[in-house]
């Protein structure tokens, strides 16, 4: 039996396409996906799937430390926070930020405040926009909170929405998420577990109590609290 983690299918294996991909570079080995047939998202594999959250995390340390540098998205981090309509006055959120983009940096010389958080990097630098853990986040609010290629990454993007709206000041404010993957592309790492297709955007953005609104870039998608 399978159920898909997006709208909660669940039905023999068989009743799933099946979809391989021949991992390389670091990764090696064939990745096995499913297509869920009613809301169309790409999920797997479930080697990954089935970690626990401490078995998870180790795999990113040890992808990090062991020296993965991924492309420069810094401008991409830049064009995704202005889908905010963001104020100079506000405080922001990049959820994910990574350890090496300048994107708060740069953004604070504008004149705006985006804290980053990156709790599974040990190489994060530590700065006053730098959030590192749990605990110190749950005590801040946010006027907007952003991502950049990190929905796709964790076991269960509903409730990663709706802990993300936990921060948010209030619900007239805003997430805007950006990603490749709501295409079935970049199959090649594991650690891309979802590719949201079909009409999986919108049943996840609805059990998580969030209205979707697609935008003019083919990569940021934004969710607003429902009235």
Excluded at 37 to 58: D, R, S, Y
Excluded at 151 to 171: C, F, N, R, T
Excluded at 191 to 203: D, P, Q, R, T, Y
Aim: with cysteine.
């Amino acid at each position: 039996m399978l159920k898909c983690p997006i709208c909660l299918f669940s039905d023999e294996d068989n009743k799933f396409k099946v979809l391989i991909a021949d991992s390389h570079y670091l990764f090696t080995g064939k990745l096995v996906r499913h297509r869920c047939p009613k809301c169309g998202v790409i999920f797997g594999t479930q080697e990954m799937l089935n970690l626990t959250l401490e078995e998870l995390g180790a795999k990113y340390k040890e992808l990090f430390d062991g020296g993965y540098v991924g492309f420069d998205s810094t401008n991409i981090e830049v064009a995704v926070f202005n889908y905010l309509n963001p104020r100079k006055d506000g405080v922001y959120l990049n959820w994910g930020a990574g350890s090496k983009l300048r994107t708060s940096e740069i953004l604070k010389n504008k004149g705006y405040t985006l804290y980053g958080f990156e709790p599974y990097e040990s190489s994060t630098k530590k700065d006053d926009l730098t959030i590192t853990d749990f605990d110190a986040l749950a005590t801040m609010k946010f006027d907007g909170i952003m991502s950049n290629d990190f929905i796709e990454h964790v076991q269960s993007p509903v409730d990663a929405l709706i802990d993300m709206k936990k921060y948010l000041k209030d619900s007239s404010c805003i997430m805007a998420h950006s990603t490749e993957c709501w295409h079935y592309v970049y199959e090649i790492s594991p650690f891309h577990l979802f590719f949201f297709e079909g009409h999986s955007i919108a049943v996840m953005a609805d059990r998580a109590d969030l209205l979707v609104t697609h935008t003019d870039s083919p990569r940021v998608k934004l969710f607003r609290c429902k009235p």
